[in-house]
Structures are given as structure tokens and as C-alpha cells.
């Protein structure tokens, strides 16, 4: 994945494109209308940055992401952890969960996902 990094925006419009694409940029033009109240400069703005940035492919005037979904929420969890928490998943999950309580279903699932991930 590319190193660079998305703002809320960008990370937006990306979302946009991976629930339609391929598309043409002129559904996206109107999709970005519906979605963000763009103007269609505002949309081609954000495709030329986006492939600048090599997050999409634009041919042809067909928009289709060359980055997957999971792989750039998977990096911007990451630094979010490192940035925030200091990669602490308990720090997390404490500042998280403090005054809210999850029901026994949940808990079992958090339980059983950590079991999943332990060093063995």
C-alpha cells in the first residue's frame, strides 16, 4: 500500500469507489453530489489527487481503487493505535469501554476474537 495517508475526505470518496467500482467518473461526479454536495470540479479535484497519491486508477474516464479496502483501514488502525495509545490495545480498550458496559454476547465475541489472534 502506498505510504501516504488519508484525511477523512479522501478516505470518504475512497469508500465511494470501492462500493461502486469500476465507474465512470461521471457517476462518481454525481454520486460525490448525492453523497457530499461536490460540484464536479470538487470530484475531478479529489480524482487527480487520489491518483497523484496512487490510491486509484482513472482510464478511460473508468475510476477503480488499485489499494484494498482492508489493507488501508488495517495501516490507519495502526498509526491511530501508535499515535494515540501508544500501540496499547488494553490502554485502548480502556479509554474505550470507561462508564459503557457491553452485553455477555459481546464480551464472548471480544473473548473469543483475542483467543484467536494469542501467541501460541
Known sequence: ?????????????????????????????????????????TT?????KMKEKGFIDNDNSIVVSRVDRKDVEKAESEIFMDQTFSGS?????????NGKTISETEAEEIKRLIDSFKER
Not at 6 to 34: A, H
Not at 44 to 48: H, N
Not at 89 to 97: G, I, S
Open 44 to 48: 475531478f479535484t479529489m480524482l487527480r
Open 1 to 41: 500500500m502506498t505510504k501516504n495517508r488519508l484525511g477523512t475526505m479522501e478516505y470518504r470518496f475512497l469508500s465511494l469507489i470501492w462500493d461502486n467500482e469500476p465507474i465512470s467518473s461521471m457517476q462518481l461526479v454525481k454520486k460525490c453530489s448525492e453523497a457530499f454536495d461536490w460540484k464536479k470540479s
Open 89 to 97: 490495545l488494553p490502554h485502548f480498550l480502556t479509554t474505550f469501554l
